[in-house]
Structures are given as structure tokens and as C-alpha cells.
């Protein structure tokens, strides 16, 4: 059965071949594939250029990004060096105060001890 059905098509395709738009279905096909291939090679060309341009444009980013991290990073040693600075500070405050405030403690128990005295010797006169 396969077999007749190639044999058939072979005489098919033999009366085909004699006709004229058939040799020039032939003759062009070849160059619609070129044609096609030009057309396909137009298209990654132009693909490529517009991803290099992506490339470029997201180069240029991540520079600019680069920059600006640099600049913050900069920025954040820079008011951490402040933060140290105002801590520090705080801290000598700090102790200053609780050095005034023991201060102020210790004066205000002698000045009561002396105002005991003080006023039992005002009541003995």
C-alpha cells in the first residue's frame, strides 16, 4: 500500500515538473530564503544594537549608583565620626553632673549637720 502511494505521488510530481510556474516556483524559492535569511540577519542586527545600548544605559546606572554610594557612605562615616564625638561629650557631661550632683548631696549633709548645732545652740542662748 506504501508503495503505491509513493508511485503515485512520483508521477504526480513528473507532471508537475513540466509546468512552467512550477520551474519558477523553483527558481525562487532559493531566493525567498535569502531574502529571508537578509531579513532575519537585519533583525539580530538591530536586536543587538538595541541591547548594547541597554548595556551602556545600565553601565551608566550602576556608575552613577557607584558614585552616589560612595558619596552616602562618606556621608555615613562622616556622621558616625559626629556620633562618637557627641557621645563622648555626653558621656564627660554625664560624669560632670554626677560629680555635681554628689557635690551638691555632700553640701546639703553639711549644711544640715552645721544647722543642727546651729539651732540647738540658738535655743541654749
Known amino acids: 500500500m ?3 502511494c509513493v508511485q503515485s505521488n512520483i508521477r504526480t510530481l513528473r507532471g ?3 509546468w ?13 530564503d ?9 533583525a539580530k542586527e538591530d536586536e543587538i ?7 551602556e544605559k545600565s553601565e551608566r546606572e550602576r556608575n ?16 558616625s565620626s559626629e556620633l562618637s564625638d557627641e557621645r563622648f561629650r555626653g558621656e564627660a557631661v554625664s560624669q ?5 550632683r554628689g557635690e551638691r548631696l555632700r553640701l ?6 552645721y544647722r543642727y548645732p546651729l539651732t540647738t545652740l540658738q535655743y541654749t542662748r
Open 64 to 79: 552613577e549608583l557607584r558614585q552616589t554610594t560612595d558619596i552616602l557612605e562618606t556621608k555615613v562615616t562622616a556622621v
Open 34 to 42: 535569502v531574502n529571508m535569511d537578509d531579513q532575519r540577519l537585519r
Open 108 to 113: 546639703t549633709r553639711e549644711t544640715r549637720n
Open 2 to 4: 506504501a508503495v503505491r
Open 49 to 55: 544594537t538595541a541591547l548594547r545600548r541597554r548595556l
Open 16 to 18: 508537475v515538473a513540466k
Open 96 to 100: 560632670a553632673l554626677d560629680m555635681e
Open 20 to 32: 512552467s510556474w512550477w520551474k519558477l516556483l523553483c527558481r525562487v524559492r532559493p531566493l525567498l
